[in-house]
């Protein structure tokens, strides 16, 4: 079974700094990777994805991902984050074998932005 | 183009009770998921729906349950409610087809809280 592994639960992180945010997945197989962003009281936004191809992908806000198949790591980029950035980070996996609607999440990541 | 929509926003029900949640999915996707999102566990799949069937089913128990329409949209139920059950129900869908190449989109969710 696919799991996926979110080591940080908050980090702390100055306005104007660069971020990065670990993910780690266990899957048989080439997974189907994304980020989701959850801002309090609000529903998951998609901020990238990767399906296959290049290993670094571009999502919205600024944010970039790279796929690392050799240490099954899909780690969260910004180079200069903004207060606004401030919110919980999800990294999901998706199975080929459930059609890749079944997302396997891990337990999140919070960003704090300090001024 | 509208997102998906989640109907009530918030819900205060007691224990013993059933309810039903209702999603909206945007126009065109066919696939809905349902998600649980608690502190202690939390983002978990419950179910997917695509074309009015039951495709993918997580590991919860049959008190909860849903249904799709022709129309997409979908609602979840859950009967005898119990105090564990207060969590942010999430919706997503997507297009739906089993290529993978079609992210879930999410909803803002319904809050529910048992008494």
């Known amino acids: 079974a696919q799991s996926v592994t979110q080591p940080d639960i908050h980090i702390t992180v100055s306005e104007g700094a660069s971020l990065e945010l670990r993910c780690n997945y266990s899957y048989g197989a080439t997974p189907y990777l994304f980020w989701y962003v959850q801002s309090p009281g609000q529903g998951l936004q998609l901020l990238l994805k990767y399906f296959s191809g290049d290993t670094l992908v571009q999502g919205i806000k600024g944010f970039e991902a790279e796929f690392k198949r050799s240490q099954s790591s899909f780690n969260l980029r910004k180079p200069s984050v903004h207060w606004s950035d401030a919110a919980e980070y999800f990294c999901?996996?998706?199975?080929?074998?459930?059609?890749?609607?079944?997302?396997?999440f891990g337990t999140g990541t919070r960003l704090l932005v300090s001024p | 183009k509208a997102g998906v929509t989640q109907t009530p926003r918030y819900l205060i029900k007691t224990r013993g009770q059933q309810v039903t949640l209702s999603c909206s999915p945007i126009?065109?996707?066919?696939?809905v998921s349902w998600y649980q999102q608690t502190p202690g566990q939390g983002l978990q799949f419950l179910f997917e729906?695509?074309?009015?069937?039951?495709?993918n089913k997580g590991n919860f128990p049959g008190r909860f349950s849903g249904r799709q329409f022709s129309n997409s949209r979908s609602e979840m139920n859950v009967s005898t409610l119990e105090l564990g059950d207060s969590a942010l129900y999430l919706c997503?869908?997507?297009?739906?087809?089993?290529?993978?190449?079609?992210?879930?989109?999410f909803g803002d969710g319904t809050r529910l809280s048992i008494l």
């Open positions: 997503a869908s997507s297009l739906g087809g089993t290529g993978g190449d079609q992210p879930q989109h």
């Open positions: 999901a996996v998706g199975a080929m074998n459930t059609g890749f609607q079944k997302l396997v």
């Open positions: 126009s065109g996707h066919r696939s």
């Open positions: 729906y695509f074309s009015e069937t039951q495709r």
